[in-house]
């Protein structure tokens, strides 16, 4: 039997690149991307039941939708992140899934560096106020000789660490698991989280969610900060507090934020957030760079391809326990 594989990447298209290799390993093609879905008046739980295996982008796929897939085997996840996976129900079916770390790692970082300039030369609100008639000149802030604060020192905390001190800021961050040779070859010192919260004139966030970082900066944490701080998350919306940031900001004890992640995506209409002037809220675009995608797309791909060919553990495999309950044998 031919394996068919549905896609669902919205920036995916037929005819495609990730389209012909999965053509040129046997398999069959299933365009379901969430514009698809909606001009046929589909749920994502309603394609799912007759494919083997799924390129994913960031749909939700819930205990409801796995279960519903009874022929599924792997999820191959064009991202860095999973969370809109239940790898739980995921590893009880005996599904794989696989992501794509590394991939956007420039394209998020350079997305930092720009947020970055534009929180501290107010760009954005000159730009406003230039279109608007004015002809304002406000005095920002030069980055270079401004401390940059990181809170999670992975792939992405790395590129952004360099980029700034290439630019000339200080750079300290915190890591559980700190790289300390890393730090040592590019000049970061490694601090507590406390301390890089103290000193940062721009903190910015690379951290994973999960329930320890869920709602990190939150009230306390945020009272902790440097006055007139400006924060940038580009790493996942739960970990900031969104309600506590828009006190602080409206307060004047932060000077402002730009965030590329929402507790909420798209951001919600009564959100605390909507309105602020010195919130700027881009739509979850870090990784969307076409060289990123196309980077994560065709690893994705190649990933379902080798689990599909019988490669029992596909490269950036999360959850090794599917073998389980994918053979009925303990692993």
Known sequence: MTARVLITTAYLEPGGEVDRLL???????????????????????????????????????????????????????????????????????????????????????ELVIGQLVNGARLLPQNIAAIRAGAWDQPSGTELGGSVLGIAGLGSIGKAVAVIARAMGMTVMAFDPHFDSSFAARHGIEEATLDQVLAASDFL???????????????????????????????????????????????????????????????LAADSPLRGLDRVLIT???????????????????????????????PDNLVNPAYRTAATGVES
Do not use: W
């Open 23 to 109: 053509a040129d390993a046997g398999c069959e093609t299933v365009f379901r991307r969430a514009a698809d879905r909606k001009a046929r008046g589909e749920r994502l739980v309603d394609v799912v039941g007759e494919v083997d295996a799924i390129v994913a982008g960031t749909d939700s796929f819930d205990a409801d939708v796995i279960d519903a897939a009874h022929r599924l085997t792997v999820i191959g996840r064009c991202g860095v992140g999973y969370d809109n996976i239940d790898v739980e129900a995921a590893t009880r079916q005996g599904v794989a899934v696989t992501f794509t770390p590394g991939v956007n790692r420039s394209s998020v970082a």
């Open 204 to 266: 910015t966030l690379h951290m994973a969610l999960d329930e320890t970082t869920r709602n990190l900066i939150d009230t306390p944490r945020i009272a902790a900060m440097k006055p007139g701080a400006f924060l940038v998350n580009t790493a996942r919306g739960g970990i900031v507090d969104e309600s506590a940031l828009a006190v602080a900001i409206r307060e004047g004890r932060l000077s402002g934020a730009a965030l590329d992640v929402l507790e909420e995506e798209p």
């Open 283 to 313: 739509a979850h675009i870090g990784a969307a760079t076409h060289q990123a995608r196309a980077r994560s797309s065709l690893m994705a791909a190649r990933q379902v391809i080798d689990h599909l060919g019988g490669n029992a553990e």
